[in-house]
Each structure stands twice: as C-alpha cells, then as structure tokens.
C-alpha cells in the first residue's frame, strides 16, 4: 500500500464528543452566551480535533511549499521566474514576509523545494531548505498536462512525509507557497473542480493589468480545452492543470489531518490545494481552518467550495504563508480561551437572569 | 488651564512626512506592491503616528474602565448590576477573557474603576485596580442627565490622567470597557451624534430577545426625548447619554494621541467613547485603530461616523478590551513587517518587469 493510500485510511473526523465537551465548558465561561463568537466556535472544533480540552497549540510550523511552473512562458506575471528562486533564498535568510510573521508568532518556517527552476542543492544539502523535488519546474499546462500523474501522486505523497518528519515537533501546521505564476494554476484548479467560468476565477496575482489578466484568462481557458480534466478526479486535475507545490500542500494536509493536528490554509494556492485533499479525503477537511480570505479574485469561490469561512479578512495577496502566521494568533486565543477563562462557578459571578 | 484644555493643545495629526518614508521602504519590499494589504496601511499609519520608520508596539496596555449604569433599573440587560463589580474581581484574579487574550499577547491589564455600584476601595488601596470613581453609577438616563457636566468632564479628564500616568511604560493602548447595561448609554450616544433612529443603533447587548430589545429601544427613545442632548456638544451628549466608563474611554484616546502613542478601540462602548474624542479633537483620530467590527447592531453605524474600518470581524460581542487586545497582534505584524521584511535591493531580488 502506498503513503497516500495508508494514510487516507488513518483520518478519521474529528471528535463529537470532544467538541460536545468543550461546547459545554464555553458555555460556562464568564461572559454573556458566545461573546467571543468565531473565537469560540474554533476553540470547540479545535477541541474536537486534537480530542482534548486542553488543545494543544503552542508548537507552530508553517509549512513553504516552493515550485516553479511552465505556463510562466505565456507572461501571466509580472515577475520572471528566477525570482522564486531567489524568493528562497530570501525565506533562508529570514528577510521575507513570512519570516517577520513567522517570527512573530514563534512559528517555524520549513521551505520545501517541491520543483523550483534552478539549483537549490547547496541549500538541501545544508538543510536549510527540504528537497522533494519532482522536476524543475511543471510544463506549460496550456498545451497539455502540467505533470504526469505519477508526478503529481509523488507531490503529494511528498507533502504527507513533510507532515509527517515534521508532525513531532509541531501542535499546528500552516500552509504556504512560492512560484511565480501560480495563481494560474490555481484559478485552473478552482474553474475545473467548480465548474465556474475561468473569468470568474481568475485574478490579477502580483498584480497585472487588464491586458494580462484577459491573457490569463485565455490561458486558463485553453488549459481547460486542452487537458479536459476530470473533476471527480483530483490527481488528474492537479496533474493537468496544478503545481507541484499546490499537490504539496495537498498532501501536507492529508499528512497533518493523518495526526489529528489542525492545519491553516494560507490564501488562494493554498486552498487550491485543499481542494484536492478533501475531494482526496473528505473527512481531512475537519481538520482545516481557513487563515483569510485573499484579495484574490477566485478564492471566495474556492472558500465556498471548502465550506470555509475565513477568519481575516485585510486584503493580502501575497502568500508564503502569511496568512497561515497571521491567523495562528488566532488559534491560540481560541485555544487560551477554551484553558484559561473561567466559569461563572470557578470566579463566583452571578448569571443571566432570564 | 484644565486637563482636558491642555491636552486638547498638545494632539497634532500624524506626521505626513514619516508616513511618505515608510510608504516609499514599504513600496520597496520583497513581494508584490502592497501585498501584504491592510497591514501596509497600518504600517504607514503607525509610522505617521509615532514619526518613526521603527514604530515601537512592544510595550503593551489594556485599559478596561469600569462603571454603573442607572439605566440597569430598566431591565435592559440579562444580567444584574452586581456583576460589573464581580467582573472586576474576575480580571483582578486574571479569570476574564481579557486576561487570557491580554497575556497570549503580552499586555498588561489595567482596570480603572470609573464609577462600579459597590465598594472596590480593597481593590484600589491594595493597588490591583486604579479608582478615579465619580459616583457609585449613573443615574437612570431614560429619566433624566446620567450625570452632570462636571461629572462628564471629570470622567474625560481621569482617563487623561490614566493614559499619561500609563505612558511612560506603554508604546501600544487598546481600550476596554465593564458596565451591565453600557450598551444603552452606547447606542443612545451613538443615535445622538449620527442621528440614526434608535431602532437602527440598538443592539442585543448580552443577547436579549425581541420582547426586552424593543424595550431598550423605548428607552433609548425616551432618553433622547427626555435628556434633548446637543450633538454638537460633545460633553453634553455624554452627560446627559452616556457612562463613566465612556467618558473615561474618550479621555484615554485623547491622552495616548496626545503623548502620539497609538491606541486600539475595541468595540461598541469603546466606540461610543471614540466618538465623544472625536468630537473634541478631529486630530486625535489620526491615532485611533479601528480593533474589530462587533455583533453589536450599531457598531457599524459608529464605525462610519468615526471614519475607520476595522482589522477584525469575528462576530465579538464582549467588550472588556478584549478585541483590542487580539488586534495588538496585527499591529505588531504591521511593524515588523516595516522594520524586518527586505527590500528587492537587499536582498537581491528581481524585480517586476512591466
């Protein structure tokens, strides 16, 4: 049996009884019925995740998933594709957006060569950054496949060992990506398992212009022409139209769901991602929480898709994991909120009256 | 010449010139323009506010001012009089939700008795409260004045005193407030300054059903008839409307803008407060952070007038400072993100290309 078949088989939902449990301690707490709302809902469904009423948290991992991609060649970013190189090698010296994040929160920042377009061996071999390296680079997904589907089951599978070589020193897990251009792929994802219109998916990335963003959307539209993915089938659809990072992320969170660990989903890439973990394993889907809604212009949709409510919404559109750091504050409070507020019996105040 | 007239003298708008600095270094960061969204908006905002590239947030205080309201005897709350000096207890004991989400952060808690129905004097000799008390609560509003002019302007001048005592040991405020009933001195404040009817300002408070909600509509109605508040008067629209706790919540914005520290708001209460600061300085907006969008009906009506969008929406309804004190989180991420993120030059970064 492979990796990602054994462990499917090892995610279950989380606890009823867990979330039952805490529901009824926060009911008690002293505050009027649910004041701290979102907060307490999180806390309940952490509870029921981890099984515990002490859901453990402090232990924080985001998880930069790094992979280059081919459909670059039609100019559908603003950037040339050396920078998610060049992108690592600023995440390895900490000058990055996710690091000042990462940092703040205490989180680690684990950068993962998935299939970056250059030579990242030094860094490997120093252990700076992991190597799952599944080709350099995808092909251009507007002539054919991005990837085989052997690449894109080995992306996976990758993220699942990720998860797991890092699962013993991490509590919460956070999604994040690097790749210039991904957010084609992405909004490609989104259009084929929503059935939506690529114009309703597609998004302005770094940050085109009209011109570039009616190419994109060409683009994606021919992607969808010319590899007719199979919505039912989420490896086909991340094989045709994905990113090796976004299968990653995939398997990072079937690998995270597999330990009953709660895992932030960062922004668009991220949750096209978890498109394909849950349509993978529905019952891993338990064990998201959505970080923010993306400036993005698709993500909405891909949250509606999720089920998933984000719980920031400030217009980010950058990605690496910053959402997924920002929103792990937010976790922790509704973990500390669930160990550390008292009852009305425990602080002897009086209750509601009617 | 009084508190309140000095410090009135001493709040100047934030420093355009620092703002331009840091828009032009955050221009320059290693991701695409203006990625990270709303938090590079509140970087440029903090720089403008403390005339500082390095805006320091390190040092963090939560206000909670604490008061009684007449208006109790009207039975537009769930929850009896008594608990507003229970809660006291509470955050003394470190037992409340501001506590827990006040240490995840590293804030300290100070709690103000403004004016509690019962006797804190223990509390304030041994030093674990600090007691500016005007009275033992308001009168009832719905009545006649909550209290007098001079007890108004006494309240504003306390949480003067409070934010300048606070100072020398605080770089970030966020305001919090304890009351039962304050929801209704709120959303009559709220109704006076805006001119919205009460029905469209009135909120559930503590989550009161429809029979007692449209009777704290009444009251607030009546309030308006009875009391004929000048709206352009900030003083008199808290005197005649408003809270001890409120009038000591204006006083500590005024004072943190006029020491140019900046000062989070927390919700509905916190609000009503903002717009009484407001009101007796434009400039002291300028260093005011919109926390959090409360489940509080009005408060997007407040948040309007005061001319501010929040960081947080998560369907918070407690008060206490406690979304003050979860959204000091994002003010940090917004200053580290100006002092630690590199620039596409120093970190060898290319470029955009069109």
């Known amino acids: 049996m492979g990796l990602l078949e054994s462990t499917l088989g090892r995610i279950d939902p989380p606890d009823a009884d867990a979330r039952a449990e805490a529901r009824a301690r926060l009911a008690r707490l002293t505050m009027p019925h649910w004041a701290l709302g979102r907060l307490m809902d999180l806390a309940e469904e952490l509870a029921g995740m981890t099984r515990s009423l002490r859901p453990p948290v402090d232990r924080k991992t985001v998880v930069t998933m790094a992979g280059d991609h081919g459909v ?7 950037y040339p594709q050396a920078v998610t190189q060049q992108m690592v090698w600023n995440f390895v010296r900490g000058g990055a957006g996710i690091n000042a994040l990462a940092r703040l929160v205490g989180a680690r920042v684990v950068v993962v060569d998935m299939g970056v377009a250059g030579d990242l061996a ?31 089951l080995r992306c996976v599978e990758s993220g699942i060992a990720v998860s797991l070589s890092q699962g013993a020193t991490t509590d919460l897990f956070g999604t994040g990506d690097m790749g210039i251009g991904n957010t084609t792929p992405s909004a490609a994802m989104v259009a084929a398992f929503t059935g939506l219109p690529p114009e309703e998916v597609t998004g302005r990335g770094t940050g085109i ?26 490896l086909d659809v991340l094989a045709k139209l994905g990113g ?43 064990y998201l929480i959505a970080a923010h809604r993306s400036a993005e212009a698709g993500h909405g949709a891909a949250l509606r898709d999720l089920g998933k409510q984000p719980l920031l919404d ?41």
Chains 1, 2 share one sequence.
């Open 314 to 354: 400030l217009g980010l559109r950058l990605g690496e994991g910053t959402g997924s750091a920002l929103a792990m504050h937010l976790v922790e409070a509704a973990a500390r909120i669930l160990t550390e507020v008292a009852t009305f019996e425990e602080a002897g105040v009086a209750e509601a009256e009617r």
């Open 122 to 152: 030094d860094l490997a071999r120093g252990g700076r950054i992991v190597s799952c390296r599944v080709g350099p680079g995808t092909r251009n997904l507007a002539e054919g496949p991005a990837m085989s589907r052997e690449q894109a």
């Open 72 to 78: 670059a060649v039609e100019g559908v970013s603003l």
């Open 209 to 234: 212009g009209d011109d570039l963003w009616r190419r994109k959307v060409a683009v994606i539209r021919k992607a969808l022409e010319v590899n007719r993915p199979d919505a039912r089938d989420p």
């Open 244 to 286: 090796f990072e976004i299968g990653g992320i995939a398997g990072l969170i079937l690998g995270a769901a597999s330990q009953r660990k709660p895992i932030l989903v960062d922004g668009f890439i991220s949750t096209a991602g978890a498109l394909v973990a849950r349509r993978l394993s529905p019952p891993a889907a338990g």
